[in-house]
């Protein structure tokens, strides 16, 4: 016999099996669809419900240099979504240990979840059920999906917002952290700075008690009133004059110094005082790093387990299991007929 009339031998096989043996595989799909609708109700699966928040990294720059630095010169604006690289930096932070800590610990998740401490592994299973059901996603279209599925509609809806908070309290936590130190080192410097010109001042008031304004100009008039009370030999004056030249001689080197040192200096806190603004912004104001396109809402149906998809999926599974343990039989039933009539011959 050929290949061809083996597959329409076997193909009519099936055929005439199903058909003989219709009515058991009848009573075998009506129980997988009734075993199946018990075993996917509440009473052994726990319904899930399912909540979503989809949201945008804004495009990543600190408040200072974005807001009221005329120094820094950026291609981006606060307001603008961010790309790629911050899309990868949003996901790379909601799936790290502080937001999973800051999640299970503000929803109690090992009690919400019923894992007692007893049990065998708790912290692993617990680790297994949050990854199971808090899930982050990039879109395509370059957003972030938090997705979390829970017994609770309410509180699933609550994880994923709060999700979305705690990655703004934890991006603003660790860019305070080196924002809070760049601080202290600026507020240092430009103290410090303050602090000198503030001893340089007090040295030239000093200088100004004993009559020392201004060097250059006080010794080009004090020099040409000496000239004229010499030529009225007025020896008076002349002294008067001579004492002023010599306070000016004594300090007037330490006051030329002194001026420009303080020039200097204050040109330098200009530009020390508007790095000392930018990062006092930067340690003390905190704003949003992310938009929020689609906030979480409690879901009305639950999402989890899908009955139909199980129904039919287990019903299928039955009828082909049945079919094939009956063609197996059938199968041997006509091999041990062939041997018996073998063996009667």
């Known amino acids: 016999m ?5 597959k329409v031998f076997d193909s009519e096989f099936i ?19 009734l075993l199946s609708l018990l075993f996917s109700s509440p009473l052994f699966v726990t319904p899930l419900y399912k909540s979503k928040v989809v949201l945008y990294p804004t495009s990543g720059n600190s408040i200072s240099k974005a807001l009221i630095s005329t120094t820094f010169q950026s291609g981006k604006d606060m307001l603008e979504f961010g790309e790629v690289e911050q899309t990868e930096q ?19 998740l090992k009690d919400h979840y019923g894992i007692n401490d007893n049990q065998k592994y708790p912290l692993t299973q617990l680790g297994k059920t949050y990854e199971s059901r808090i899930k982050f996603r990039r879109t395509e279209y370059g957003a972030v999906r ?14 994923a917002n709060d999700i979305a908070e705690i990655f703004d309290s934890i991006m603003n936590a660790m860019q305070k952290e080196v924002a809070i130190k760049a601080f202290e080192v600026v507020e240092k410097a430009y103290l410090d700075l303050k602090n000198d010109m503030d001893r340089l001042e007090d040295s030239l008031n000093m200088m100004r008690r004993h009559g020392v304004f201004d060097y250059e100009s006080q010794v080009e008039m004090l020099t040409q009133q000496y000239a004229i009370e010499l030529g009225r030999s007025n020896k008076q004056g002349i002294d008067n004059i001579q004492k002023k030249l010599d306070v000016l001689a004594e300090y007037g080197g330490a006051f030329h110094s002194i001026t420009e040192m303080l020039d200097y200096d204050r040109q330098q806190l200009s530009l020390v005082k508007a790095k000392y603004e930018e990062a006092k912004v930067d340690a003390t104001q905190t704003v949003p ?6 906030a979480a809402t409690p879901a009305e149906r639950k999402s989890y387990p899908t009955v139909w998809l199980v129904v039919v999926v287990t019903t299928l599974s039955a009828l082909l299991m049945a079919l094939f343990v009956m063609i197996v039989m059938e199968k041997m039933k006509t ?8 063996t009667s011959k």
């Open 90 to 108: 949003m996901l790379q932070v909601l799936n790290s240990d502080k937001v999973r800590a800051e999640v299970i610990r503000r929803f109690n």
């Open 15 to 33: 055929l005439r099996l199903i058909v003989k043996n219709k009515v058991t595989l009848l009573v075998i799909a009506v129980a997988a669809v």
């Open 146 to 159: 938090i997705t979390v599925l829970d017994h609770n509609a309410d509180t699933a809806a609550l994880i």
């Open 2 to 6: 050929s290949e061809k009339e083996n």
């Open 335 to 342: 091999l041990n007929r062939k041997e018996d009539n073998g």
């Open 289 to 294: 790093h992310k938009f929020i396109v689609s």
